[in-house]
């Protein structure tokens, strides 16, 4: 095959890469992205750019039998996809080392519990320095991350020749993308540049580029580098952190007890791209604890009222914008319409995946 190379940044848009959000939300039956049709059939190769839990639940996907996923609740039009899928391996691509991979443990032994999986790791990429053996030192969940890792590369290949691969390649970053004249306008690899570890301060190593290249050839990219928040008009904006300033998720402007009255955020625009479902969890009880508090106290008279406050003032603002809502019995309605449609297939659920289906459920007589 003949390959063109492509500045990386240059061509976000060739056929076949997509960003790893796009392809969680497909899988799971976002109604936005229900219609997508990732690249499963036109190799046996898919290149994940990151080496965290996003990375990790999508290559579990990826390699994960469909017999299995489908038990799960898995919207059924990924999984018709997934069953007619000829992707066989996936390359989990990191700029720094397996100490350092952004991953937890949790997560990892999963996808390494997948059945007739088998791990390839570069054992060069496993050799530690001092300066890794410091961080293991200082971080448990560093050095049990590396030993997971150490321990799959260890395990040995049966053969089969169906068998699923999970590359975990560390020490390289994306440079461009491949073209192929072969397939006008479609991904057909990517081409990384080598790196090296050198020490960023504060115990931290950065990755650093070495000016040697190598290319993975695939039919289909996945980017799961990071998420940053982007400013929404009208509220305070950390830039450099990304998130909306805020304490406890009380939004605040100026000085930091300078609350902006009937403004909460949470999730990663509270707190920043990090953490896995758990610590969202958490994060929105301390908001709705805030809530919860202010409501209150402007109840007890301890703030002072506004015509606009509380559930009454937010249903009020959304009628007088037009705002199509849906309050918690339309919730409780969908997910019982989801369960029962799942009992029907043997599965936890199956998802609407159609804004006019979530409406018509959430408004569906009793």
């Excluded at 898919?46 to 390699?63: F, T, W």
């Excluded at 300066?131 to 971080?139: F, V």
Aim: aromatic share 6%; proline share 3%; glycine share 10%.
């Amino acid at each position: 095959m003949v390959l063109k190379v492509t500045k990386i940044l240059a061509f976000q848009s060739l056929g076949g890469i997509y960003s790893a959000r796009e392809f969680v939300w497909w899988y799971n039956g976002h109604p936005d992205y229900s219609s997508l049709k990732p690249d499963l059939k036109s190799s046996d190769t898919a290149v994940i750019l990151g080496q965290g839990n996003v990375a990790l639940d999508v290559a579990r996907i990826l390699l994960r039998p469909t017999t299995e996923l489908a038990s799960t609740d898995i919207a059924t039009h990924a999984l018709s996809a997934l069953e007619e899928s000829s992707i066989r391996k996936v390359y989990l691509v990191g700029r720094r080392g397996p100490v350092q991979a952004a991953l937890t443990a949790k997560e990892l032994r999963e996808i390494l519990g997948i059945k007739n999986l088998h791990i390839r790791i570069k054992e060069t990429d496993l050799t530690v320095t001092p300066a890794d053996e410091e961080e293991m030192k200082n971080s448990r969940a560093r050095k049990r991350i590396y030993e997971l890792l150490s321990k799959a590369a260890a395990g040995t290949s049966k053969g089969d020749c169906d068998q699923r691969e999970l590359h975990f390649v560390f020490f390289r970053q994306p440079e461009r993308f491949l073209e192929s004249d072969e397939s006008k306008g479609r991904v057909s690899g990517v081409n990384l540049e080598k790196t090296i570890l050198e020490s960023g301060g504060s115990g931290k190593q950065i990755a650093v580029g070495t000016g040697e290249f190598e290319d993975i050839n695939c039919s289909m990219v996945l980017k799961a580098i990071g998420y940053k928040s982007v400013p929404i008009d009208g509220l305070p904006f950390d830039h450099k952190k990304g998130i909306v300033p805020n304490v406890r998720g009380r939004v605040v402007s100026g000085d930091i007890s300078q609350t902006e009255p009937g403004l909460y955020v949470c999730g990663w625009l509270k707190r920043g791209p990090v953490g896995i479902i758990a610590t969202n969890l958490y994060c929105a009880e301390e908001t709705v604890g805030s809530i919860s508090q202010d409501i209150e106290e402007e109840e007890e008279g301890v703030v002072g009222k506004s015509e606009k406050a509380g559930r009454k003032g937010l249903v009020q603002l959304l009628e007088n914008k037009m705002v199509k809502k849906v309050d918690f019995s339309g919730w409780e309605k969908i997910d019982a319409k989801e369960k029962q449609m799942g009992i029907e297939r043997n599965k936890p659920r199956e998802k609407l995946v159609t804004w006019e289906d979530l409406l018509a459920a959430s408004s569906a007589d009793s």
